[in-house]
């Protein structure tokens, strides 16, 4: 099995910066995927990033202002958000999958999922 937690959400003015994290543990992941549901929305993609190589993936939206990361000595991806605006408020969920290739993005192909984390802009 593989556990996920979540940090680093909370309330920032439109035009700041916040950083998510989400720690690993359990069994080595392959990919690791961002996700975020606004109220009354569905879930949808905001990034991944494969384990091993590193490479990442972005939805159109967020591609210049955020970067996804990972630090594979701490078992722990980060979200780095900047120029936040308001419609990035949303519930930010952390998965992860333990299958082959990459550019995973959507929600049926990862196994694994935390908490979620609050990010509200305010403008």
């Known amino acids: 099995q593989v556990q996920l937690v979540e940090s680093g959400g909370g309330l920032v003015q439109a035009g700041g910066s916040l950083r998510l994290s989400c720690a690993a543990s359990?069994?080595?992941?392959?990919?690791l995927g961002w996700f975020r549901q606004a109220p009354g929305k569905g879930r949808e993609f905001v990034a991944a990033?494969?384990?091993?190589?590193?490479?990442?993936s972005y939805t159109d939206s967020v591609k210049g202002r955020f970067t996804i990361s990972r630090d594979n000595a701490k078992n722990t991806a980060y979200l780095q958000m900047n120029s936040l605006k308001p419609e990035d408020t949303a519930v930010y969920y952390c998965?992860?999958?333990?299958?082959?290739?990459?550019?995973?993005?959507?929600?049926?192909?990862?196994?694994?999922w935390g908490q979620g984390t609050q990010v509200t802009v305010s403008s």
């Open positions: 990033i494969s384990w091993k190589g590193g490479r990442t």
């Open positions: 359990g069994r080595t992941i392959s990919n």
């Open positions: 998965s992860a999958n333990r299958r082959g290739d990459w550019g995973y993005r959507f929600e049926f192909q990862y196994d694994y």
